[in-house]
């Protein structure tokens, strides 16, 4: 009991210690003497509408929370532009920057944090900015009013209100971010898909996974550079890399400190007299960036020091929303899936619509919208309540709207639907004309529809109405075209996915699961690989490989054995080899303890039972004696095989080894549906059985015969002749063609033979052979797309890159753990 | 009375794992996978495929489960659960994430050890 008024001084004047002085001025009005020193040079306000005032929508006036009248009306004294350099716990007191003294009985700690600038040159550039305070808000509008191109480092929340603020203000902008989807923190893929492609649609250029390197301009900005040589011209760049909780002050006065300021559920540090909130924390092993639950600790303590003891923060479920008018999003909770969790997924792409709940046990646990956010109180209710919603589940992603409705039949729907809605939006096609084809035209299947109506012919993306339209128009008689799905997650075959990726211009994984309708999230291990595949194929040069979505050999660029060891088999080209490679090969088995050494099916050796981590090493010094790596594990060019040929054999008719080393140099390391083995034999005798490979050329005097679509394992098959031609130029021509060609249309994991007989023996060979445009043009893509792919995986990885695929994560002994 | 003293050790951090990927770390009483999933979630399991022990954690990891590289058994990673008609359990190891470092619970293995 104390006749005086405790001081309460507060470091800081942001949102949190705003909300905690309105509380205790408004509700326990005179129980402390409170003092608040502000860095700022201003009275509080609200720091999140900083976009709007950015962007033009909002003044700065508007956005002000307690201006000077509301201080004095409340007895509080703000010191504004006053930093506090120093806490004095023994002697209970602070100092300022201007080395004043003032003493406390309570003290608050509210420093916020800070944005994180890269270390890169270039960033102490005048022009280089950041996000954080009205100030900077006033320093972005200067440069704005200049004109220009503005670079935002860093694609999440703030990084892209600043884009869309400083492109609001007429700057071309240009956000940089190093993940591979925009807001990742936040957003799973299809959603941070659907986010890259609004902004973009704003004229605000996005480039993902990009590393800044360098900021350039001598004296001024210039332009940024990334990792990859990319130069981005600049006059404007904006930092926002991420946030570090300001805990320097706390730290030197001998508090509790990790990654924030250590606080209990009562808000205080480990000093019973010193509090803090806001940002600046670490409560329960979280840091907040987010006002929600910083207002919620604000309010704990607010009670707390007007003396309710019983006040408590728990911690709390955050949701996320972007403040870019025309883009809605909205993210909460927990979002992945599992066994025990189910999610509900509803896309919409023509109206770029995504919704996803993830329940566990009848419980929503978390959800991402994008596109139509207007239940997203409701879903965030549902998640903070714990409610159980198994009366709700067959309408709840459909919002309160529906809910506990009767389900809803998709048939209905499309039943009621007049008859000039329009069906098929690529070809005009509208209900009518459809419902017609189908029951007086008499086409009762999907393929005869689209024949006859062009409906669903172009982009594919009606084809789930045309076919309920077939179910409505037929009832029963109706039977879904046959067609085999990848796998569960989708109905779309491999065929259509290929057709759509092209016809849609879909780039990415989630970009083909969110257009394509995906049933999951993020795939399964059967059509990610081929979807990965099938990009790469698609795009070559400019899609980036998705290493998860590969399969550990061709992950790690070796064949995985029964212990979980690997095995190494370098190329012989053409199935030749030298005495240094040997030797290399024999001092590599010894040194690293190699168990099996083999000469492979393959014309060429194979190194048994090498240790995960002695990979990179084992390839340094393969790579030493000029060998790369054989692609033994990949769905790419396996072996050329050859015989001696002219160089020895008496029967020789042609160069069948040259040639063979010459095929292998031109295809090695593109990627293919399934694995490519070729043979090269010198005459008819064939020594090399180049007619059961899936390409194989026989020498004969008069020039070579090539064959193809034979193969020699589950099935043995002879191959087919494909034509005579005269020179090793027009080998490689053709052979290029037919694999491109096989690249192009073989789906994921079917080898040549299967392909050939699928779309036809004879078609593919009036394309390669008749139609000489298009062998042209064949060959011209699969030229260009070798550009990208040759160059040998195991060099890269003897450079680093993947470094953690080698290395456990930690290792213990036994006096570690015991 | 088999009371246990849990003993959380650092092991790394969430970023040296890679989204939708696994890391291994060793052991005396065998290897441990520890997976993180495409929302940052984390799981430690034994590093041993109850089918024939492949190395779960050269799988591939999509949603909360991995396909072994050896004969594609699917495993759950919250449950260590084999999915689907396959039918067997790996031990799940008690793990982690605060402040963006993983820990891994060595108590129970040292015991299971012994
Ligand atoms: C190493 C090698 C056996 C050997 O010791 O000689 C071998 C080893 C394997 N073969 Fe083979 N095949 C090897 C030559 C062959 C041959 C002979 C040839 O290439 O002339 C054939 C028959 C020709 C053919 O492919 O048509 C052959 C037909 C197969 C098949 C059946 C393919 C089919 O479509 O029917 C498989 C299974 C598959 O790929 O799905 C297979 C799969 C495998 C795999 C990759 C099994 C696997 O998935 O793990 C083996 C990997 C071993 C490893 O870790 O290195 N291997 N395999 C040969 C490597 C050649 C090389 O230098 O790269
Ligand atoms: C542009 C922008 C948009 C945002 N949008 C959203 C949003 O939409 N939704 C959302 O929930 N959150 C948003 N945020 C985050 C939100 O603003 C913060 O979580 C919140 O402001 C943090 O409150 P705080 O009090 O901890 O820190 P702050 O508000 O940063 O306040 C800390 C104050 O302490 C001062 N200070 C620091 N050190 C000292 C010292 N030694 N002496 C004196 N004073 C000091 C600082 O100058 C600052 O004024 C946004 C943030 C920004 C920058
Ligand atoms: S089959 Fe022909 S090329 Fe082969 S070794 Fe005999 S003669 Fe030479
Ligand atoms: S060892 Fe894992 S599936 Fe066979």
């Not at chain 1, 900005?221 to 006059?235: I, Q, T």
């Not at chain 1, 994984?509 to 257009?515: F, G, N």
């Not at chain 1, 061709?554 to 054995?561: C, F, G, L, P, Y």
Request: hydrophobic share 40%; proline share 4%.
């Amino acid at each position: 009991m104390r006749a005086t008024k405790q001081r309460l001084v507060v470091v800081g004047n942001g949102m949190a210690a705003g909300r905690v002085v309105e509380e205790l001025a408004t509700k326990s009005p005179g129980l402390y003497d409170i003092t608040i020193l502000g860095a700022e040079q201003r009275v509080n306000y609200d720091r999140i509408m900083l976009s709007p005032v950015l962007s033009g929508e909002k003044a700065y006036e508007d956005i002000i929370i307690h201006d000077d009248a509301w201080y004095a009306k409340h007895g509080v004294t703000l010191l504004k532009g006053s930093s506090v350099t120093a806490i004095d716990r023994a002697r209970k007191l602070v100092r300022s920057a201007d080395d004043q003294e003032l003493g406390y009985d309570k003290l608050l700690i509210a420093t916020g944090s800070s944005p994180f600038v890269l270390p890169v040159p270039g960033a102490e550039l005048p022009e280089v900015l950041t996000y954080r305070d009205q100030d900077d808000v006033e320093k972005m509008l200067q440069a704005a009013a200049r004109g220009g191109h503005a670079v935002v480092i860093g694609g999440g929340l703030l990084g892209l209100e600043a884009a869309a603020g400083l492109k609001a203000r007429g700057m071309e902008v240009t956000v940089l971010h190093l993940m591979p989807t925009l807001m990742e923190r936040q957003l799973d893929p299809s959603a941070g898909y659907l986010l890259e492609r609004a902004v973009e649609a704003r004229g605000i250029g996005v480039i993902t996974r990009a590393n800044t390197e360098a900021i350039l301009g001598g004296g001024h900005v210039s332009a940024v550079r990334l990792d990859d040589g990319r130069e981005l011209p600049a006059d404007l760049v904006v930092m926002a890399a991420g946030i570090r909780p300001n805990t320097g002050l706390a730290k030197e006065a001998g508090l509790a400190v990790k990654r924030g300021v250590l606080v209990d559920d009562h808000m205080a540090t480990d000093d019973p007299n010193v509090f803090a909130v806001g940002e600046c924390v670490e409560h329960r092993g979280v840091c907040y960036g987010l006002v929600a639950p910083l207002y919620e600790m604000a309010k704990v303590l607010a009670a707390r020091l007007a003396g309710d003891a019983t006040a408590r923060y728990g911690g709390m479920a955050i949701s996320t929303k972007l403040k870019v008018t025309g883009i809605d999003l909205f993210s909460a909770g927990d979002f992945a899936e599992s066994e025990g969790r189910e999610e509900i997924v509803l896309r919409d792409p023509a109206r770029s619509v995504y919704r996803r709940l993830i329940l566990e046990d009848n419980r929503i646990v978390g959800t991402v919208l994008y596109g139509d956010t207007s239940d997203s109180a409701w879903f965030f209710q549902l998640l903070k309540d714990g409610r159980d919603i198994s009366e709700l589940r067959d309408t709840l992603i459909f919002g309160p709207a529906y809910a506990g409705g009767s389900p809803l039949d998709p048939t209905a729907a499309v039943a009621a639907l007049p008859d000039e809605a329009e069906i098929c939006g690529c070809n005009g096609v509208c209900k009518g004309t459809i419902v017609a084809a189908i029951a007086e035209g008499g086409h009762g299947s999907l393929d005869a529809v689209r024949a006859h109506t062009k409906a669903s012919g172009s982009c594919g993306s009606c084809t789930g109405l045309v076919e309920q339209l077939l179910a409505l128009t037929l009832g029963d008689g109706y039977q879904r075209n046959a067609v085999q799905p990848i796998c569960g997650c989708t109905d779309h075959d491999h065929d259509e996915v290929r057709r759509l990726i092209v016809a849609h211009d879909l780039r990415s994984l989630p970009a083909v699961m969110q257009e394509l309708g995906w049933k999951t999230s993020c795939g399964c291990a059967k059509c990610r690989p081929a979807l990965n595949y099938y990009l790469l194929a698609t795009w070559p040069g400019e899609y980036v490989d998705d290493s998860q979505s590969r399969f550990i050999n061709e992950r790690v660029h070796a064949n995985i054995q029964k212990d979980g060891t690997y095995s190494v088999v370098p190329r012989m080209w053409g199935g030749l080899t030298s005495p240094t490679e040997l030797r290399a090969i024999a001092d590599v088995a010894e040194k690293f303890a190699i168990p099996t050494v083999k000469v492979t099916g393959g014309q060429r050796i194979d190194l048994l039972g090498v240790k995960k981590e002695d990979l990179p090493a084992v390839w340094a010094d393969l790579n030493a004696a000029g060998m790369v790596s054989g692609h033994a594990y990949g769905k790419s060019l396996r072996t050329v095989k050859t015989c001696v040929g002219t160089d020895w054999c008496r029967f020789g008719t042609q160069d069948s080894t040259g040639l063979g080393v010459r095929l292998e140099r031109f295809l090695w390391g593109s990627w293919t549906p399934h694995k490519v083995k070729l043979a090269v034999s010198g005459c008819p005798r064939n020594c090399a059985e180049a007619t059961c490979k899936d390409f194989g050329v026989v020498c004969v005097d008069s020039g070579y015969e090539l064959h193809f679509a034979g193969a020699a394992g589950m099935h043995v098959k002879g191959t087919e002749l494909l034509c005579t031609v005269a020179s090793e130029a027009e080998v490689l021509e053709y052979c290029g063609a037919l694999l491109q060609l096989y690249r192009e249309q073989g789906r994921y994991l079917e080898r040549v033979y299967k392909w050939a007989a699928r779309v036809g023996v004879e078609t593919v060979r009036t394309q390669i052979v008749e139609d000489h445009e298009r062998r042209e043009a064949l060959l011209a893509r699969f030229v260009f797309s070798q550009k990208f792919s040759q160059s040998d995986p195991w060099a890269e990885r003897v450079q680093g890159l993947d470094a953690h695929e080698f290395r456990p994560l930690a290792q213990f002994s036994l006096e570690d753990v015991a | 009375m088999d009371m246990m003293v849990s003993r959380w050790v650092d092991v790394g951090g969430l970023q040296d794992v890679p989204r939708r990927g696994a890391r291994v770390v060793k052991t005396p009483f065998g290897c441990i996978a520890v997976f993180r999933t495409e929302a940052d979630e984390v799981f430690a399991l034994d590093d041993r495929c109850p089918h024939r022990g492949g190395p779960l954690s050269q799988g591939i990891v999509h949603d909360r489960s991995v396909t072994c590289p050896l004969h594609n058994w699917v495993i759950d990673l919250a449950s260590g659960e084999a999915r689907g008609t396959d039918e067997g359990r790996v031990a799940t190891v008690p793990l982690r994430c605060e402040g963006g470092r993983l820990l891994l619970d060595l108590a129970l293995l040292a015991s299971r050890a012994a």
